[in-house]
């Protein structure tokens, strides 16, 4: 069974930073194009940012650009988010996503085919 699971979600006050994990089990994902995705109460689910296979290429919305950093470790099936200057507005359940097409660098949620269940972020103002 494909499962990724994220972990380091909390409460922080605006300012603060936070350290997102996803760790896959069940399959490697180290060939596959990974993202974080958010979504806050009553809004779609956008992404935040994206990583490819090797991580030589990277993503970010401009809501996060400058104050997010994603990275991988392909050798621990694990790709991380880094939050610094967090924002009341970065406040939204997160998620983790794979996307199966190899030959495809997604920046849309339809473009994922595995999520974790995700996990809360709430920054405090």
């Known amino acids: 069974q494909v499962q990724l699971v994220e972990s380091g979600g909390g409460l922080v006050q605006a300012g603060g930073s936070l350290r997102l994990s996803c760790t896959a089990s069940?399959?490697?994902?180290?060939?596959?194009?990974m993202g974080w995705f958010r979504q806050a109460p009553g809004k779609e689910r956008d992404i935040v940012a994206a990583i490819s296979w090797r991580g030589g290429t990277t993503y970010y919305s401009d809501s996060v650009k400058g104050r997010f950093t994603i990275s991988r470790d392909n050798a621990k099936n694990t790709v991380y988010l880094q939050m610094n200057s967090l924002k009341p507005e970065d406040t939204a359940v997160y998620y983790c996503a794979a996307d199966s097409n190899l030959r495809r660098f997604g920046v849309r949620d339809s473009e994922y085919d595995y999520w974790g269940q995700g996990t809360q972020v709430t920054v405090s103002s």
């Open positions: 069940g399959r490697t994902f180290s060939s596959n194009t």
